[in-house]
């Protein structure tokens, strides 16, 4: 029963989540309230749009784990204001502490709130190339967070983590078993995962994407990100993903609309490169199977380019 109305749920969730939607939880900091998608595992949804001050920049997955001996955040939010917003929403779920944030990799949205958790002594986990972005970037990422949030930046400082990782590593707090994995360079670096083996669940970061698109980064290695996908992050056999953004789904919908779009883009400009094409030409590759996709508008030209760059180097 419980499977069946998760998967219920699932299916019309996916059809609230649009960048055109205001925020769905006027009362927050948070663009939507969290919800416990599985058992003791809670995500609050963001909005499938870039980071603006309407959205607070909660446009990732904030998500938090209650173990039975503390809970466990995954991302440190975007601002200090969005931290507290939801350790407000995780005091009103429990009573047990927070005792570990994981950022997802370095992005602001992954990051910016660890100062909030830091000041409370929680420690901090990231990869060791997810710090060295904060290391290098941090201030220049703050800065950017800061424009676009004017006021509700106010709080806000670099804190990276105080704890790091290469490979794996394993947290047994109450009686959850969370494997913090980095399975290969992927969407940016120190890209981790984090796996619930009991549950079947992968709270899969920005390796996985669903109801937007994703986008490509400058350096970014598309085809090693597909190859971490469909290799050691298909073969944890999840039956359930928590993408980096977009409502919880199946393995076969982010398979669909992460690697399934990369495919697709590689193989039209492989074929843009075979014919003799430019740059300038590259940019309008025929993107028209993933109009439906949140961000559409803000990536496919920048991704088309992006990729170019990348191929006709291979």
Known sequence: MYRTTLVLTLMAGAAFAHEDIADKYPQSELYNKPVEWFPG???AIGATAPPTYENSGHNNN???IVTGDGVVVINGGASVRLAQALHDEIKAVTDQPVKLVINENGQGHAMLGNAYWADLGVDILAHQDAIDVVEEDGDFILQGMMRYNRDKAEGTRVVNANLSFEDSYTVEMGDMTIE???LGPAHDPGDTQVWLPELGVVIAGDIAFHERMAPIFE???TSCWIETFEGPFTDLGATYVIPGHGHPTSMAMVTKETVGYLHDLRDKIGAHID??????EAYY???SAWTYLDTYEELATKNAGRVYE?????
């Open 219 to 221: 350096g970014t290695c």
């Open 285 to 287: 590759v025929d993107q």
């Open 275 to 280: 014919e003799g094409g430019d740059l300038a």
């Open 310 to 314: 990348e191929m006709e180097w291979e």
């Open 62 to 64: 904030l998500s938090f």
């Open 41 to 43: 595992v809670y995500s």
């Open 180 to 182: 913090v994995l980095h």
